[in-house]
């Protein structure tokens, strides 16, 4: 029985600043009484179909050795509000912004309170009438979209999300909406918009106007009549230069997002949630959760029998949270029970690879990456199905792309998404999502300007093992974070300890891509650039992630924000440095003293 997480102290901090409950101001719950608060509370939706007291006591004892033994872990909004008044479980939302006042300041008023109630929002802003067209009911110009974000923007930093945290923003828009140009140049301003990520929603009308140089017409949003046309090759040169300046805005392949879209009777995708790895319909929800894969790992490598067992529980349990939570608006409780879509994925690939001894940039890694994410999606896919069995399809299950190609009934409209996972592998004590290391140790800036050191265990295991550790080697990789030119490391050992810097940005797109594959939903990734990184290598990188079928992608040039979430120990003395990530939502990734923020 595990009573006692093998938590570091990095997790225990975390959990300490935001996740134990407490009383009077002082925590009041250990974190082993954590796991079991939000076991027992998803546990019991088990009677909704047909459990008894011992049904329930039994998942929920499951639910805890998977939590307790950090085998899987749910989104931090589960974390932190199951068994509690909140009573808010999911991570993501999307909510619609329609072309008048009224509809205007009514997501404004939803999504204060969805971030009130911890989740991060997205939006599409494409509907809205471009700057200076004409405002029929006063014969005045339009503001545009971007002047309404701005006023979403303001509404977010008043709003802490369940009094802890800074609600997240996706903001999107079409390539295709005449004021384009200003929202790729938007976050030059660094001041703007501090609370959104930025994505355009790239079609294939559009890259392939990119690809044959040709123009490429922007359409007025209320009956699609051509207002003008750019230069293709231009515009895209416009967007690669943003993001080469700031990481924003990443691309969203939406014609792609849109094929795989299960329901799409039921409605078009056109936003993610404030990560990219959830597409979702206009007012809905989605829960996410993450397997440690470090902990599904033995002597021969991947133990794919303890990884299958563990899917059908994470599926289960994901399946329960739509049940146990309540949804802060009822338009969003009432799609998200008609679609049921959860979203599993991984953490700890990184260090799962430095225990078999593979680089990340070989093409053994990108092999070992599809088939653990084949399996996953296959075995989320069989257990989505047994719970059908026993509790129904999702009721729009009709409706979808399943009953039209004569699949079998499955519980939920999706079930797998690879999040970042920032907070979660801090707990789990593992490689973030399917991520690089960004060194071998760094100092993370989190919760209000402080700072968590931490160091590779499997690195500092692997050295120990072999006889290469020193101290004089653990100050070192303090120092630079890396091993890559080190005379006391043997040079296969630097091969396998790479991080995110000394590999090409062409071989992280490859990695997406490889998990893209078997992935329902999308997948969050940053491509991570050395300072150096040319406008070039960014271009390449978007096109590449289009040929390679990924969803979307976001770059980060190092140095290219003030302020980011990941140094390296000694980077105020100017010494190497590790890639931060330079994207953040605050429902899974923990927001720092700044306000930037990954896919």
């Known amino acids: 029985m595990i009573d006692t997480p093998e938590l570091t102290p990095n997790a225990r901090a975390v959990l300490e600043a935001r996740y134990l409950a407490r009383s009077d101001g ?62 808010q479980l999911a991570a993501c939302f999307v909510l619609p912004v329609g072309d008048s006042i009224p509809e205007i300041f009514d997501a404004v008023k939803y999504a204060a309170i969805i971030h009130q109630s911890g989740g991060g929002t997205g939006f599409s802003f494409s509907r809205l009438r471009p700057a200076a067209d004409v405002v029929h009911s006063t014969g005045g110009p339009a503001s545009g979209p971007l002047s309404f974000m701005d006023v979403f923007n303001a509404a977010t930093d008043a709003v802490k999300q369940g009094g802890t945290r800074r609600g997240a923003n996706m903001g999107m828009l079409r390539v295709d909406h005449p004021d384009i140009e200003a929202f790729i140049a938007a976050k030059r301003d660094l001041a703007r918009l501090t609370s959104f990520n930025v994505s355009v929603a790239v079609t294939d009308a559009f890259m392939q106007a990119v690809a044959a140089r040709d123009a490429f017409a922007l359409r007025h949003p209320r009956d699609g009549q051509v207002v003008r046309a750019v230069d293709a090759a231009a515009l895209f040169a416009a967007l690669v230069d943003a993001a080469w300046a700031t990481g924003e805005p990443g691309l969203v392949f939406l014609d792609r997002i849109n094929a795989s879209n299960p329901t799409p009777a039921i409605g078009a995708i056109e936003a993610t949630n404030p990560c990219g790895e959830q597409p979702l319909l206009p007012y809905e929800a989605c829960n996410l959760g993450s397997i440690n894969l470090t902990r599904m790992f033995g002597p021969g490598g991947v133990d794919y029998a303890k990884l299958g067992a563990t899917v059908d529980a994470a599926v289960h349990f994901l399946d329960n949270v739509i049940d146990a939570s309540a949804y802060p608006l009822p338009q969003v409780t009432a799609i998200v029970h008609a679609n049921r879509k959860i979203g599993l994925g991984v953490m700890g690939f990184a260090d799962v690879l430095f225990a078999l001894g593979v680089p990340y940039d070989a093409p053994e890694a990108r092999r070992l990456g599809g088939e653990i994410m084949r399996f996953v999606q296959a075995r989320a896919v069989a257990a989505s199905e047994a719970l059908a069995v026993r509790r129904g399809a999702f009721p729009n299950f009709a409706r979808s792309r399943y009953a039209a190609q004569g699949a079998r009934p499955r519980r939920n409209a999706t079930v797998t998404t690879v999040a970042p996972t920032g907070t979660l592998s801090i707990i789990a004590g593992c490689s973030a999502g399917i991520e690089p290391a960004f060194a071998l140790a760094f100092k993370r800036r989190v919760l209000d300007g402080r700072e968590l050191v931490e160091t590779n265990p499997v690195f500092e295991r692997v050295a120990r093992a072999r006889g290469f550790w020193s101290e004089a080697l653990a100050q070192r990789v303090a120092r630079t974070g890396h091993v890559a030119d080190d005379p006391d490391v043997p040079e296969d050992a630097r091969r396998v300890f790479v991080t995110a810097l000394a590999i090409a940005p062409d071989d992280h797109v490859r990695m997406q891509a490889a998990f893209q594959a078997h992935t329902e939903n999308a997948v969050s990734k940053t491509v991570n650039l050395p300072e150096d990184a040319t406008r070039a290598d960014v271009q390449r990188i978007f096109r590449l992630a289009y040929d390679l079928g990924c969803k979307g992608v976001t770059v980060y040039r190092y140095g290219s924000r003030p302020r980011q979430v990941l140094a390296t120990v000694q980077d105020d003395e100017g010494q190497t440095r590790a890639q931060a990530n330079g994207r953040w939502c605050s429902a899974c990734a923990i927001p720092s003293d700044h306000t930037d923020h990954a896919p």
């Open 26 to 87: 002082r925590i009041s719950e250990t974190p082993d009484a954590l796991f079991r608060r939000v076991a027992e509370n998803v546990a019991a939706p088990e009677r909704r179909y047909g459990g008894g007291d011992a049904d329930v006591t039994r998942v929920a004892e499951t639910f805890r050795r998977l939590m307790a033994g950090l085998e899987f872990l749910p989104n931090s909004p589960t974390l932190m509000n199951a068994g509690r008044p909140l009573q």
